[in-house]
């Protein structure tokens, strides 16, 4: 059993890194469209080599390391990133051959919380003012938005009664938590723009202001891990919208065409629009999304609980 487990996930990660690669060419393709060119379409047919040709070129370049870095932890900064970006898919309810956490959404949680750190240490490993400036952009924005984060997946938790993400799926057989919770909905999606460190939400790596901001000293393989972490996330947490409100488990085709398409959303706010102030995030996350997010729990503890006196 442990060995089919072994080999589950050792074949669902080797699938995120090839979707990964992908995303990278389909977000490529789309912003060429956006901007009225072509986008990549000369190695292989239309393009589909381009992912390829791009990691042999990132992981085959000279590896250069600032002489004032603090080595290990400006190593080890990349790999870690991709570490949780890739451990975080234990939570997605598969039901053959993978382990079920009860505590899905919990676990979540700390992957979530993690994924600050690296890009925390990667600023500060640099030893560049730019990084380090990057670096504690990421951490305050995180604070701002992941209250809002935790308080809507504490509303669903009250309103389908546990912590698996299985139940998600049990609850929107009828009717998708999406219609039901619309603001709550487009809540979740800015602050996965913000989780991934997406337009109109780069602060960290804002090319405007800070060069390249937390990556400013990476290249070749570190900067490689570092975007296929930003990408796989990107992935999960599209995977991770459609499974709190689109309804559907990863067992059904359909599952798959509603990750593709959030997806596609993620990569169309980027070509459509321009980064924000820096302040106006932390008001929205704080003046907007809190509040909302707050009635919201109250709203479904209360109903909650007049179930409970019902049936007593």
Do not use: H
């Not at 490529?28 to 589909?48: A, E, M, S, T």
């Not at 780069?202 to 990408?231: K, P, Q, R």
């Amino acid at each position: 059993m442990a060995l089919v487990m072994f080999v589950s996930y050792l074949i669902l990660i080797i699938c995120v890194l090839v979707g990964v690669a992908f995303v990278t060419l389909l977000e490529r393709k789309i912003l060429g469209y956006i901007q009225i060119r072509k986008g990549p379409n000369k190695v292989g047919f239309i393009g589909l080599l381009q992912p390829f040709a791009d990691a042999v070129k990132l992981f085959t370049k000279e590896q250069t390391v600032p002489v004032k870095s603090n080595f290990l932890p400006y190593y080890a900064s990349p790999v870690f990133s991709l570490f949780t970006a890739l451990i975080v898919w234990l939570v997605i309810p598969y039901e053959i051959g993978m382990m079920n956490l009860n505590m899905g959404v919990l676990f979540f949680l700390c992957c979530l919380g993690l994924g600050v750190y690296s890009t925390m240490s990667a600023g500060w490993a640099s030893n560049c003012k730019y990084s380090l400036l990057g670096s504690l952009r990421a951490v305050a924005q995180t604070i701002s938005y992941e209250v809002s984060l935790a308080l809507i997946l504490l509303s669903f938790i009250f309103l389908v009664g546990g912590f698996s993400l299985e139940l998600f799926n049990l609850y929107q057989e009828s009717v998708w938590f999406l219609w039901v919770t619309l603001p709550l909905a487009l809540i979740w999606f800015a602050s996965c723009l913000a989780e991934t460190n997406r337009t109109p939400f780069d602060f960290a790596e804002g090319e405007s202001e800070l060069v390249s901001g937390f990556n400013t000293e990476y290249s070749s393989g570190g900067f490689a891990l570092i975007f296929m972490a930003e990408y796989a996330s990107i992935l999960f947490m599209s995977a991770l919208f459609a499974l709190l409100f689109l309804g559907g488990g990863p067992s059904s085709p359909l599952f798959y065409a509603k990750l593709v398409g959030v997806s596609f959303a993620f990569i169309w706010v980027r070509g459509t629009l321009p980064r924000l102030r820096y302040d106006k995030l932390m008001g929205l996350a704080w003046k907007s999304f809190l509040p909302v997010s707050l009635n919201y729990l109250i709203f479904f503890m209360g109903m909650k609980m007049l179930c409970y006196c019902s049936m007593i």
